[in-house]
């Protein structure tokens, strides 16, 4: 039995050396007169992997357990919420956090859902930039009126948007927030 095993392990460090020789062994050399080498077969290989996780496929795994929409649209509505209060109390810089992490998250969209980036980049361009201009220049009422503009945006394209078992997602209409989602943040940031 010890010689059997003994076996194994030798057998398992031939193999592991035999490999880590064949992976390293050409990695870099050219092969005959002048054609690519290994390098050149790991760039397209590289680029193949890249194609395809940065290819919608709802097939592969990974895609397919990617947030849709609506689970963005709850991230939105959460930093929006921080947003607002924040700004409300004067601090500017949990609002323009919460804008930030709101470009983020259309991103996010941008790739896992690509047919509807061209209506949300609509919307998110002109609105996000709006409420950062206003933020960054601690401007409260240009805060107002970018924010209101935004979320009346946001139901406009609810109304005409048709997704999941609804036939219209007006259903979800946006107002400004009156009560903050989270108890346990001192918006003004003292």
Same mark, same amino acid.
């Given at each position: 039995?010890?010689? +059997? ?11 592991? /050396?035999? @490999?880590?020789?064949?992976?390293? =062994? %050409? $990695? ?18 590289? +680029? ?11 097939? /592969?795994? @990974?895609?397919?357990?990617?947030? =849709? %929409? $609506? ?40 790739? %896992? ?78």
């Amino acid at each position: 039995m010890r010689k +059997k095993v003994w076996w194994i392990v030798i057998g398992v460090a031939v193999g592991s /050396l035999a @490999l880590l020789t064949a992976c390293q =062994g %050409t $990695a870099g050399t050219a092969g005959p007169a002048g054609a690519p080498g290994k390098d050149a077969d790991m760039t397209e290989v590289n +680029k193949a992997i890249d194609a395809r996780f940065t290819t919608v496929d709802r097939k /592969l795994p @990974l895609w397919a357990i990617q947030p =849709g %929409t $609506a689970p963005r649209m709850i991230e939105l509505t959460l930093y929006f919420n921080n947003m607002w209060f924040g700004a409300q109390a004067g601090n500017w810089d949990l609002a323009r956090f919460e804008a930030y992490r709101s470009e983020e998250t259309v991103k996010g969209i941008y790739v %896992t859902r690509p047919a509807r980036e061209a209506v949300l980049k609509a919307w998110a361009d002109p609105n996000l930039a709006a409420l950062i201009k206003a933020i960054e220049a601690k401007d409260k009422a240009a805060f107002e009126k970018a924010y209101d503009t935004a979320i009346a945006g946001c139901n406009g394209c609810h109304a005409g948007s048709e997704g999941g078992p609804l036939k219209s997602m007006g259903a979800f209409k946006i107002t400004r927030p009156t009560t903050p989602l989270f108890s346990n943040i001192d918006y003004s940031g003292k």
